[in-house]
């Protein structure tokens, strides 16, 4: 496995931590823009800009006990890529860790649900993207960027997924999920209603006991975000996002942030998704130590 340089303040060894990082560095299944296999190190390099001292909470990152496992191998095709990242993860999460995987194309999202343990509380996916991703495959490929959610879906049941943020679909993934009854609260509705009243709206929709966020860059407008693989304007703002990590913390037990392609960036888009990976560490430990 790759050891570039790690991400900031992730300095603890991999027994003492309670968030544990890895990066995916794949994007074969990319259908527009490739480049997101170089998103992992990138966002590291960024996250090395920010103060460890968190402003609102009085929290500081240099005190919290993170770990950086590197990269995965570079794999060959999507199937070597979900078996590989499974088997990274399992043991992440049977340690008791809290994964955080940086992507990589969006098809790396879905191994890393499939690895939480079939024992452990019941889990519940928040899946910020533009696009629906519900194809059963796309260019013959079934783990495709474009079928992410729809594989969540078969792992932990269509109640238990819900899709924020989308504003690009195929008639045939809306007709599709008419019979599987995936939920989602498109980008329109949260401008119309508002973010407070959707992402409610939305983790009330989730009854397990825990909870994981699945975060295309793409589902933040390309204004704050250009540098993705299929950019959709209409998003969702940074502090939309920011709010979603506010209020799932409680509840949150891993995540990802998949889709930032460097080649298209001025920097602007790592740094928010170093930034927000910051952000979930300390609304994570807000919760667990009551601030």
């Known amino acids: ?8 303040d ?6 003492d931590a309670e968030f544990v990082i890895l990066g995916v560095p794949f994007d074969r299944t990319t259908s527009f823009r490739p480049g997101a296999r170089f998103g992992p190190d990138a966002i590291r390099q960024h996250s090395w800009n920010f103060e460890s001292y968190d402003l609102e909470t009085g929290l500081d990152l240099a005190d919290a006990r993170i770990h950086d496992l590197g990269n995965t191998d570079e794999y060959g095709s999507a199937e070597e890529m979900v078996r590989g ?5 399992r043991p992440v999460y049977r340690a008791g860790k809290f994964p955080i995987l940086l992507g990589g194309d969006h098809a790396c999202a879905p191994p890393s649900v499939e690895a939480y343990p079939e024992d452990a509380p019941s ?3 928040l899946y910020l993207d533009a696009h629906l991703d519900f194809r059963q495959s796309y260019l013959g490929d079934a783990r495709s960027h474009a079928c992410s959610s729809r594989r969540m879906v078969e792992r932990v049941g269509a109640r238990n997924v819900v899709v924020l943020g989308v504003r690009s679909v195929s ?5 599709d999920n008419k019979t599987v009854g995936m939920p989602f609260v498109s980008a329109h509705e949260i401008a119309r209603d508002g973010i407070q009243s959707t992402v409610q709206r939305a983790l009330n929709m989730l009854k397990t006991e825990r909870l994981y966020i699945s975060l295309d860059i793409d589902a933040i407008d390309p204004a704050y975000a250009g540098a993705t693989g299929t950019p959709e304007p209409f998003g969702l703002t940074p502090r939309d996002v920011k709010y979603v990590f506010d209020q799932a913390a409680p ?6 942030i998949m889709e930032v392609s460097p080649p298209y960036d001025q920097g ?5 998704a170093a930034r927000l990976a910051r952000e979930a560490i300390v609304r994570v430990l807000a919760s667990r130590r009551g601030r």
């Open 1 to 8: 496995m790759a050891r570039p340089t790690g991400f900031a």
């Open 10 to 15: 992730a300095s603890a060894s991999f027994d």
């Open 85 to 89: 990242v499974r088997e990274e993860l």
């Open 123 to 125: 889990l519940g996916v």
């Open 171 to 175: 008639r045939e993934e809306v007709d």
């Open 251 to 256: 509840r949150l037990v891993g995540m990802d």
């Open 268 to 272: 602007n888009t790592s740094a928010l």
